[in-house]
């Protein structure tokens, strides 16, 4: 008996409506009035290496910031203390739900509340010299972070199946010493992925602290093409390293996740 495939209309349609799309951005950037030129000869002037190198640093930061928070944070969600449960909630229910470029901007103006910083007598200064674009940036960005990576952390940990970590305090683990030999690694498999496109997230959103004066990349490229005019080719360098930037990260995040996840076969299976 002689077997008949479908031919696969759909499939040749879609690859069709791609390569037209696809061909039609290529051929759109090719005639428009875009001097690709200037693109690549500020793709590494050093006003803009210095951007990149700023919003990388604080990425990290901010990132490492979150998720100390974050950890502490769904540790405290499921605590049997109600004031530290409630704190949680309340922590990540704020920072989740304001704004980020509003966080910002409170952070940035704190000195209209606070006009001084005191700590109990040992130590006094104005805070517009304390809260400067950076520093406004990391507490926005970190405080920001640590409201969603706690979720993912909670997530992770709740994974876990209980028995585990009964086993661990069976056989004489503290809480502590169970959390971080039995609990958290294997939670790491389930957290990463999630964690890993947050911090590619994060990489992008820092590009908001160009409003408040941070000197990012985006503010570089901006600072640039307000002199020269050349807005287009500007944003081009940005998106360039932007996208370098993140295809490393993704890369990275990949080998984290291989290595996390030895052991176990695709579908989470043995």
Same mark, same amino acid.
């Given at each position: ?37 200037? !693109? $690549?000869?500020?793709?590494?002037? /050093?006003? =803009? +290496?210095?951007? *990149? ?6 990425? #990290? ?30 922590? !990540? $229910?704020?920072?989740?739900?304001? /704004?980020? =470029? +509003?966080?910002? *901007? ?6 209209? #509340? ?43 940990? *709740? ?112």
């Amino acid at each position: 008996m002689r077997i008949i495939h479908p031919v696969p209309y759909g499939r040749y349609l879609a690859v069709a409506l791609i390569l037209l799309a696809a061909g039609f951005i290529v051929k759109s950037f090719a005639e428009g009035q875009v001097d690709w030129s200037v !693109t $690549w000869r500020y793709l590494f002037w /050093p006003n =803009i +290496l210095m951007g *990149l190198v700023n919003t990388i640093w604080m990425s #990290i930061l901010c990132m490492a910031i979150g998720i100390a928070i974050g950890l502490a944070s769904a540790l405290a969600r499921e605590s049997v203390n109600p004031v530290l449960r409630g704190a949680s909630i309340f922590y !990540t $229910w704020f920072f989740r739900g304001a /704004p980020l =470029i +509003l966080q910002l *901007l409170l952070w940035y103006n704190l000195a209209l #509340i606070f006009p001084r910083i005191s700590l109990f007598g040992f130590y006094d200064a104005r805070t517009v010299d304390i809260i400067t674009p950076a520093v406004a940036a990391l507490l926005a960005f970190g405080l920001n972070a640590g409201a969603y990576a706690s979720e993912i952390i909670r997530a992770g940990l *709740l994974g876990v199946d209980r028995g585990q970590f009964e086993a661990a305090k069976a056989i004489g683990m503290t809480n502590s010493v169970a959390l971080r030999r039995i609990v958290i690694p294997q939670a790491m498999r389930t957290v990463l992925p999630p964690l890993g496109n947050e911090f590619i997230s994060l990489i992008k959103m820092t590009s908001l602290a160009s409003i408040i004066g941070f000197s990012d990349l985006l503010r570089s490229v901006q600072n640039i093409y307000f002199i020269n005019t050349r807005i287009i080719e500007m944003l081009m360098v940005a998106t360039v390293w932007y996208l370098f930037v993140v295809t490393i990260l993704s890369i990275f995040q990949h080998r984290l996740e291989a290595r996390f996840g030895r052991g176990f076969a695709k579908g989470g299976r043995r």
